[in-house]
Nanobody, 112 residues
Framework: QVQLVESGGGLVQAGGSLRLSCAAS????????MGWFRQAPGKEREFVAA????????YYADSVKGRFTISKDNAKNMVYLQMNSLKPEDTAVYYC?????WGQGTQVTVSS
């Protein structure tokens, strides 16, 4: 049984920071690209960031470039999203994704 469990969401003021974590279990995800997506109320789910299997390459949506950093720890089957300079428009449920698997999401709310 594959499980992805996100944590680290919460309420933060604009300009603040949060660090999201995604714990993967049930199999090894070392060979896979891992990513973060988000979905705001009334909007479609959108790509935020991804990191290659070796962590040598990272990819970001234009809206978060320079503010968010994705990283992973293969030994722990973990992927992280460091979010700095948060804006109210970053408010969304954030999901971890690996291959065809999704986590349940963690709520991030940024107040102005």
């Amino acid at each position: 049984q594959v499980q992805l469990v996100e944590s680290g969401g919460g309420l933060v003021q604009a300009g603040g920071s949060l660090r999201l974590s995604c714990a993967a279990s049930g199999r090894t995800f070392i060979p896979y690209t891992m990513g973060w997506f988000r979905q705001a109320p009334g909007k479609e789910r959108e790509f935020v960031a991804a990191i290659s299997s070796s962590a040598s390459s990272t990819y970001y949506a234009d809206s978060v470039k320079g503010r968010f950093t994705i990283s992973k720890d293969n030994a722990k089957n973990m992927v992280y999203l460091q979010m700095n300079s948060l804006k109210p428009e970053d408010t969304a449920v954030y999901y971890c994704r690996v291959s065809a698997y999704w986590g349940q999401g963690t709520q991030v709310t940024v107040s102005s």
